[in-house]
């Protein structure tokens, strides 16, 4: 069970769908921002109260919450 994302994400500059759903996360990292290839994030069944502004206007990214 993941508690939080680490800071190491960042390092997976090919990553394009991250699924994350399931765990325990409360925050998302904005780390999160330097993957440039990522397309799609999957949430579901997390305890994250709400989603940084700027990873919502990232245009590319499909966020499924």
């Known amino acids: 069970n993941i508690l939080s994302i680490p800071d ?5 500059t090919n990553l394009r769908k991250l699924n994350l759903s ?3 996360i409360t925050t998302l990292n904005e ?3 330097l993957l440039e290839n990522l397309r799609e994030l999957k949430l579901f069944g ?3 109260n709400s ?5 919502k206007t990232k245009s ?3 966020i499924i919450n």
């Open 22 to 24: 399931y765990n325990s």
């Open 8 to 12: 190491e994400i960042s390092l997976l």
């Open 60 to 62: 590319t990214l499909k």
């Open 51 to 55: 989603i940084p502004n700027s990873l």
């Open 46 to 48: 997390n305890k994250i």
């Open 31 to 33: 780390k999160l921002l």
